[in-house]
């Protein structure tokens, strides 16, 4: 038997999983393999290989709705919705360089199964947040959908919110409905040079208190900046704080200049326009500046409260080499630390923890993956209610067996 499925419809899908059911196989479930090294490594004896289903089937620009198959590359999704002028808010990420693939290849289904954002998430909201509906099939051979093509037709369970961010460990994907938005008119961006990490967040808190109202609040210090390739980076030698501003020209600018008024005075200040903008927020998107450090260092994305995010940092670079940037205002640290160091995994989780946040291990080779928790451990309750979640879809658990946790 051949040891990748390829099923090209609904019916051939319920096919698979009902002889994968009936034979306890565990199936590895794959787009275009974007992210097969994120999470704990797979041992499965079959791939299921959804790339069959692609291509967008419903967009209406005026309901501000698409429904596409889950296997319908990103780049494909983006370029239709930018030719009506409007945008996937949440900024979904590419992040098969991170994994030694090509960019351009990762697909919505991945996206909403692994429920990524990027930078607009403090303002836009996660992925889960604009998936309206979908169509699956469960590890029990059935199909079945949920939510609808609006907010308002959604009713009973919000099983949108429950397959995404599920890794695929509870159903294959096969349409999702997600809601677009209007791009905005104008884009700009504040860049600050020469802040420390406790200076930038600090400053984040007066941008917020002015009422600015920023779509993307990054900071990065030189080590990283220096791999986003600015010019101002290159010349000053400096950290870079960000803040993105989007909307109609007359709101840009009036905000721009607000924010250039309280920026003035902590530093040397650049503006770079919508082009430049779009490159850096994109890089930022994708983690750009850590994808070079494949093979040598793990990486870690921590979430912490905001004012916390330098604390965490200072506290792991002490007697460590580690890099690290931030997004979210601070709320999201990017932090890379050396394979030689073990990954840095119980420090890394003791200083999150020591603010109220918690870490993932988003790379890192499969034997570390494989030794130590990639996502948060759960609490006993938490982890008791995951388990009959995944027995409800998955008995057999032939769905991505244990890429979350062992067992689920």
């Not at 938005?181 to 002015?210: H, I, K, S």
């Not at 082009?275 to 990486?299: C, E, I, K, Q, Y």
């Not at 890394?348 to 946040?357: F, H, I, M």
Request: contains cysteine.
């Amino acid at each position: 038997m051949e040891p990748v499925f390829r099923p090209a419809s609904e019916a051939e899908l319920c096919a698979v999983m009902t002889w994968a059911l009936g034979e306890s196989v565990p199936l590895e479930l794959v787009g275009h393999g974007t992210k097969r090294g994120y999470g704990r490594p797979l041992r499965t004896e079959r791939l299921l290989d959804m790339s069959g289903f692609s291509g967008i089937t419903l967009y209406e620009p005026a309901e501000l709705v698409l429904e596409a198959k889950a296997g319908t590359p990103l780049a494909e999704i983006e370029r239709a919705v930018a030719a009506e002028g409007q945008m996937l808010a949440f900024e979904p990420a590419d992040w098969g360089p991170l994994y030694g693939v090509m960019p351009g290849q990762a697909t919505l289904g991945g996206v909403v199964a692994c429920n990524l954002s990027g930078p607009r998430r403090t303002t836009a909201g996660a992925a889960r947040d604009h998936v309206l509906g979908f169509s699956a099939v469960s590890g029990l051979g059935e199909s079945f959908k949920a939510g609808g093509r609006v907010v308002k037709n959604v009713t009973g369970y919000d099983l949108s919110k429950l397959l995404t961010g599920s890794h695929g460990t509870l159903a294959a994907l096969t349409t999702v409905t997600i809601k677009v938005l209007p791009a905005p008119a104008e884009t700009r961006t504040l860049a600050l040079l020469g802040l420390d990490d406790r200076a930038a967040l600090g400053f984040f808190g007066a941008v917020a208190r002015a009422g600015v109202d920023g779509s993307g609040l990054a900071h990065l210090p030189l080590a990283a900046a220096l791999r986003i390739s600015l010019d101002e980076v290159a010349r000053e030698g400096t950290a870079v704080t960000a803040i993105r501003l989007e909307g109609t020209s007359t709101a840009v600018e009036e905000r721009m200049a607000e924010l250039h008024r309280l920026a003035a005075a902590k530093g040397t200040v650049a503006i770079l326009d919508r082009d430049r903008s779009l490159a850096f927020w994109t890089s930022l998107r994708d983690v750009g500046p850590f994808v070079a450090d494949h093979g040598t260092n793990a990486l870690w994305r921590v979430s912490v409260p905001p004012a916390s995010g330098a604390a965490v940092v200072a506290a792991l670079a002490a007697g460590r080499s580690i890099e690290h940037f931030f997004d979210w205002g601070g709320g999201l640290v990017w932090i890379s630390t050396p394979l030689a160091d073990d990954g840095g995994v119980a420090a890394v989780r003791t200083a999150a923890a020591s603010v109220g946040g918690h870490a993932t291990l988003v790379r890192a080779p499969a034997d570390l993956r494989a030794a130590i928790p990639v996502f948060e451990p759960e609490a006993p309750a938490l982890a008791a209610l995951t388990r009959r979640v995944k027995e409800s879809f998955d008995p057999r658990s032939i769905l991505n067996p244990g890429r979350m946790y062992p067992g689920v």
